[in-house]
């Protein structure tokens, strides 16, 4: 479930979010009906013998920036934004506001701001699930953490798995990550968050599951 391929494994969602910053989501609404999934058939052998769907759900697309980055900006801010995005200055931008929205959000707040806003996304990924000629399916974004992780733990959620096993599958990741763990410091950094948005903690997957109980 991935918004863009050739990404380094250190981008993490919230990076990668900050990267594709569109400042036009302030000032035009995002259609209720656009479409957030992609499809695209390509060969898994090179020989035409196996053919197989690649979708592409944009997790960081526009609802994302407009309803749980851009939302919480004040006025202030959202002007300041717009003018370092209109004279080219789109790093500064990005770093301003994982400073000043994403870090003081946190991961916890971020995902149940994704719970709330990004139900078409959500529900675009879950719908592939729902069509046999799909399987086998593999999930992965980045780093499989945040946008593998959320997808992973409701589908298991779905499927009646116990929440004790969802949440020690998701605590794998931070192990997992252990060989670009320090990579991942320093982009989050740079990208002006917190270091927990590079981490895979249990406790966040408990909050997700709880967020997701209650909404899907």
Same mark, same amino acid.
């Given at each position: 479930?991935?918004?863009?391929?050739? &990404? @380094?494994?250190?981008?993490?969602? @919230?990076?990668?979010? =900050?990267?594709?910053?569109?400042?036009?989501?302030?000032?035009?609404? $995002?259609?209720?009906?656009?479409?957030?999934?992609? $499809?695209?058939?390509? %060969?898994?052998?090179? *020989?035409?013998?196996?053919?197989?769907?690649?979708?592409?759900? !944009?997790?960081?697309?526009?609802? #994302?920036? *407009?309803?749980?980055?851009?939302?919480?900006?004040?006025?202030?801010?959202? =002007?300041?934004?717009?003018? =370092?995005?209109?004279?080219?200055?789109?790093?500064?931008?990005?770093?301003?506001?994982?400073?000043?929205?994403?870090?003081?959000?946190?991961? %916890?707040?971020?995902?149940?701001? #994704?719970?709330?806003?990004?139900?078409?996304?959500?529900?675009?990924?879950?719908?592939?699930?729902? %069509?046999?000629?799909?399987?086998?399916?593999?999930?992965?974004?980045?780093?499989?953490?945040? *946008?593998?992780?959320?997808?992973?733990? =409701?589908?298991?959620?779905?499927?009646?798995?116990?929440? !004790?096993?969802?949440? %020690? !599958?998701?605590?794998?990741?931070?192990?997992?990550?252990?060989?670009?763990?320090?990579?991942?410091?320093?982009?989050? *950094?740079?990208?002006? &968050? $917190?270091?927990?948005?590079?981490?895979?903690?249990?406790?966040?997957?408990?909050? &997700?599951?709880?967020?997701?109980?209650?909404?899907?």
């Amino acid at each position: 479930m991935e918004g863009r391929e050739g &990404l @380094p494994i250190d981008k993490s969602f @919230p990076t990668s979010a =900050l990267a594709s910053l569109d400042s036009s989501v302030l000032v035009k609404e $995002s259609h209720v009906n656009e479409k957030t999934v992609a $499809s695209e058939d390509f %060969n898994t052998t090179g *020989r035409g013998t196996l053919i197989r769907k690649k979708y592409k759900v !944009d997790f960081a697309g526009k609802n #994302f920036q *407009r309803y749980c980055v851009f939302a919480a900006c004040s006025f202030g801010l959202k =002007l300041y934004i717009i003018y =370092l995005m209109a004279f080219c200055q789109r790093k500064k931008a990005a770093y301003i506001i994982g400073q000043k929205v994403l870090a003081p959000m946190g991961v %916890n707040k971020m995902y149940r701001e #994704f719970a709330t806003y990004c139900k078409a996304e959500i529900r675009e990924a879950l719908s592939i699930f729902t %069509n046999p000629k799909n399987y086998p399916i593999e999930i992965h974004c980045t780093q499989g953490k945040d *946008r593998t992780g959320m997808v992973s733990a =409701l589908i298991m959620a779905i499927a009646g798995v116990p929440e !004790d096993i969802i949440v %020690n !599958d998701y605590a794998k990741t931070q192990k997992g990550l252990a060989a670009i763990y320090n990579d991942m410091l320093e982009e989050v *950094r740079r990208a002006g &968050l $917190s270091d927990d948005f590079a981490q895979a903690p249990p406790q966040v997957c408990c909050y &997700l599951d709880c967020i997701y109980y209650k909404r899907y």
